[in-house]
């Protein structure tokens, strides 16, 4: 393996973990967190806060995820020459991606508006729609790095 191709896994393997590690730490420690120590008045204007962040970080390593991935599939010679795991993983990728623009064009932008209205109600339903969402793409990110490790032997 040549140094360009190290250093496009590296990139693309950093890129996936800090995605999907990411809405591991946020659903399984933060948003409990929040929940069990702060008020909706305070806890949905934090959760908001944290996503916009989180939100901003996936959006460069998806970026970087769709460079470095095709990148090597392109080196590998093509999709009909690289291993049937490989298929299964972009699509996965881009089922993922398909959910994280929808979290982030079209529920996001709801969360904010409804946090600077303070409407909590609304807000912490478009916050549990959110979740749900990020619970079922947690899923598919766990599958990518199944199929990504055990597919290749299969």
Not at 18 to 28: E, I
Not at 57 to 66: E, K, R, T
């Amino acid at each position: 393996m040549n140094l360009l191709i190290s250093s496009f896994l590296c990139l693309h393997l950093l890129s996936a973990a800090l995605w999907v590690g990411g809405m591991a730490t946020m659903h399984f420690a933060v948003r409990p967190a929040a929940a069990e120590t702060l008020e909706p008045p305070l806890r949905l204007p934090f959760m908001a806060a944290a996503l916009e962040r989180f939100l901003g970080w996936v959006g460069g390593a998806i970026a970087l995820l769709l460079v470095t991935g095709f990148g090597m599939i392109g080196m590998a010679g093509g999709f009909a020459r690289v291993h049937w795991s490989v298929h299964a993983m972009v699509a996965l990728g881009l089922v993922m991606m398909a959910m994280y623009g929808h979290i982030r064009f079209a529920g996001f932008p709801k969360l904010a508006r409804f946090v600077a209205a303070r409407d909590w109600p609304a807000a912490g339903k478009v916050l549990g729609t959110i979740r749900s969402l990020v619970v079922v793409n947690l899923a598919l990110g766990v599958l990518v790095f199944i199929v990504a490790v055990i597919g290749r032997v299969l």
